[in-house]
Protein backbone atom coordinates (compact mmCIF):
# COMPACT_ATOMS: atom_id res chain seq x y z
CA UNK A 1 0.00 0.00 0.00
CA UNK A 2 1.04 3.66 -0.36
CA UNK A 3 0.28 6.41 1.98
CA UNK A 4 -0.01 10.17 1.94
CA UNK A 5 0.33 12.60 4.41
CA UNK A 6 0.39 16.44 3.16
CA UNK A 7 1.01 19.58 4.87
CA UNK A 8 1.47 23.48 4.19
CA UNK A 9 -2.35 24.38 3.49
CA UNK A 10 -3.38 27.25 5.51
CA UNK A 11 -4.16 30.72 5.03
CA UNK A 12 -2.74 33.81 2.68
CA UNK A 13 -4.12 36.79 1.21
CA UNK A 14 -4.24 37.62 -2.41
CA UNK A 15 -1.28 38.05 -4.40
CA UNK A 16 0.81 35.82 -1.41
CA UNK A 17 2.21 32.79 -1.78
CA UNK A 18 1.97 29.17 0.06
CA UNK A 19 3.47 25.62 -0.49
CA UNK A 20 2.09 22.37 0.22
CA UNK A 21 4.08 18.84 0.91
CA UNK A 22 3.21 15.64 0.13
CA UNK A 23 5.29 12.82 1.44
CA UNK A 24 4.55 9.38 0.20
CA UNK A 25 5.33 5.95 2.37
CA UNK A 26 4.80 2.46 2.06
CA UNK A 27 5.48 0.44 -1.20
CA UNK A 28 7.22 3.59 -3.12
CA UNK A 29 8.28 1.63 -5.73
CA UNK A 30 5.20 1.36 -6.85
CA UNK A 31 4.58 5.26 -7.51
CA UNK A 32 4.50 6.47 -10.96
CA UNK A 33 2.71 9.82 -11.37
CA UNK A 34 2.30 12.32 -8.27
CA UNK A 35 0.25 15.37 -8.20
CA UNK A 36 -2.07 17.85 -6.70
CA UNK A 37 -6.14 18.16 -7.32
CA UNK A 38 -8.48 20.85 -5.27
CA UNK A 39 -11.98 20.62 -4.73
CA UNK A 40 -14.33 23.82 -4.33
CA UNK A 41 -17.29 23.90 -2.08
CA UNK A 42 -20.30 22.43 -4.48
CA UNK A 43 -17.45 21.80 -7.30
CA UNK A 44 -16.14 18.30 -8.97
CA UNK A 45 -12.36 18.21 -7.86
CA UNK A 46 -9.91 19.37 -10.60
CA UNK A 47 -6.46 18.53 -11.86
CA UNK A 48 -3.98 21.38 -10.46
CA UNK A 49 -0.73 19.70 -11.34
CA UNK A 50 0.77 16.31 -12.35
CA UNK A 51 4.45 15.27 -12.31
CA UNK A 52 5.65 12.14 -13.91
CA UNK A 53 8.91 9.87 -12.73
CA UNK A 54 11.27 12.36 -14.78
CA UNK A 55 9.98 15.39 -13.08
CA UNK A 56 8.36 16.42 -16.22
CA UNK A 57 5.30 18.59 -15.11
CA UNK A 58 1.87 19.53 -16.09
CA UNK A 59 -0.33 22.33 -15.44
CA UNK A 60 -3.72 23.64 -16.51
CA UNK A 61 -3.65 26.79 -17.78
CA UNK A 62 -5.66 28.21 -15.12
CA UNK A 63 -2.44 27.80 -12.66
CA UNK A 64 0.20 27.93 -15.35
CA UNK A 65 2.60 31.03 -14.81
CA UNK A 66 1.42 30.93 -10.73
CA UNK A 67 1.63 27.48 -9.42
CA UNK A 68 5.29 25.09 -9.86
CA UNK A 69 5.18 21.31 -9.36
CA UNK A 70 8.35 19.79 -8.45
CA UNK A 71 9.09 16.31 -6.97
CA UNK A 72 12.04 14.91 -4.80
CA UNK A 73 11.85 11.14 -6.10
CA UNK A 74 14.71 10.78 -3.18
CA UNK A 75 12.43 11.59 -0.66
CA UNK A 76 9.27 10.30 -2.41
CA UNK A 77 7.61 13.40 -2.08
CA UNK A 78 6.23 16.16 -4.28
CA UNK A 79 5.50 19.49 -3.76
CA UNK A 80 3.52 22.43 -4.98
CA UNK A 81 4.52 26.28 -4.75
CA UNK A 82 1.58 28.40 -5.52
CA UNK A 83 2.09 32.07 -5.95
CA UNK A 84 0.27 35.00 -6.82
CA UNK A 85 -2.77 33.25 -5.22
CA UNK A 86 -6.41 34.59 -5.90
CA UNK A 87 -9.72 34.44 -3.80
CA UNK A 88 -10.87 31.64 -6.74
CA UNK A 89 -7.89 29.53 -5.50
CA UNK A 90 -9.55 28.37 -2.51
CA UNK A 91 -10.23 25.25 -1.85
CA UNK A 92 -9.12 21.98 0.09
CA UNK A 93 -5.96 21.10 -2.33
CA UNK A 94 -5.47 16.89 -2.56
CA UNK A 95 -2.25 14.70 -3.34
CA UNK A 96 -3.01 12.26 -5.65
CA UNK A 97 -0.20 9.11 -6.87
CA UNK A 98 -0.76 6.35 -9.25
CA UNK A 99 -0.15 3.26 -7.47
CA UNK A 100 0.94 1.08 -11.09
CA UNK A 101 1.34 -1.77 -9.04
CA UNK A 102 -2.66 -2.20 -7.78
CA UNK A 103 -3.52 0.10 -11.09
CA UNK A 104 -5.34 2.94 -8.58
CA UNK A 105 -5.15 6.16 -7.52
CA UNK A 106 -4.00 7.05 -3.85
CA UNK A 107 -5.60 10.37 -2.48
CA UNK A 108 -4.04 12.26 0.71
CA UNK A 109 -5.87 13.46 3.17
CA UNK A 110 -6.31 17.07 1.64
CA UNK A 111 -5.31 19.90 2.88
CA UNK A 112 -7.47 23.35 3.39
CA UNK A 113 -6.25 26.48 1.23
CA UNK A 114 -7.63 29.37 1.71
CA UNK A 115 -7.26 32.93 -0.06
CA UNK A 116 -8.26 36.38 1.09
CA UNK A 117 -8.92 38.91 -1.07
Known amino acids: QVQLVESGGGLAQAGGSLRLSCAASGDTDCISTMGWYRQSPGKERVLVATATTDGTGYLPDSVKGRFTISRDTAKNAVYLQMTSLKPEDTAVYYC???????????WGQGTQVTVSS
Open 96 to 106: NVIDRCRARGV
